[in-house]
């Protein structure tokens, strides 16, 4: 399969997907993080064309949480050491089996995950063992673009344009 067809879901990792998998800490333990603005439009026209999106970190972020309420990302799962069993819970609460899912990675802790579901895509800085095994690679680089590239994939093949 070279472009996802008939997806209900798209599930990402933060760390390295959503960010460039830097995350600051400041003397008083403060965590930051930087998300790229043009991939939370892509994650907004998502949610508009009735396609689910969330996010499965084996991190907790305050920062991730803030921004998903930000682009109103309704699943949010942190913290996470089952990413399969996860993504299969919400898939289970929106009636939509793991072959109409997509996920992107950019990890080892993500193959299992990029393994269960129908289109699995690696951001173009995941290391090699995750993106000899996707079937798609972004040109973005985690962070810098490539949730839009994406969402924008996804768009384009459910027949939504720009």
């Given amino acids: 399969m070279n472009t996802p067809r008939d997806v209900k879901l798209v599930a990402f990792d933060i760390d390295g997907v959503f960010t460039d998998g830097r995350f600051y800490l400041s003397d008083e333990g403060i965590e930051s ?34 921004r998903m309420a930000e682009l109103g990302v309704q699943h949010v799962v942190q913290g996470c050491k089952d990413k399969v069993a ?9 009636d939509v089996i793991a072959a109409d899912c997509v996920y992107v990675g950019d990890d080892i802790p993500d193959l299992p ?39 924008e994939l996804v768009l384009a093949s459910s027949g939504h344009q720009h």
């Fill in 113 to 151: 995950l990029l393994h269960h579901v129908g289109f699995s895509v690696a951001v173009a800085n995941a290391v090699p063992a995750v993106r000899e095994k996707c079937h798609y690679t972004t040109t973005a680089a985690g962070g810098c673009g490539a949730v839009r590239e994406v969402c």
């Fill in 86 to 94: 996860a993504l299969d819970e919400i898939a289970n609460q929106l």
């Fill in 33 to 66: 993080k930087s998300f790229h603005t043009q991939d939370g439009y892509g994650v907004r026209r998502l949610l508009e064309a009735g396609i689910d999106v969330a996010v499965i970190s084996g991190r907790a972020s305050g920062a991730v949480a803030k």
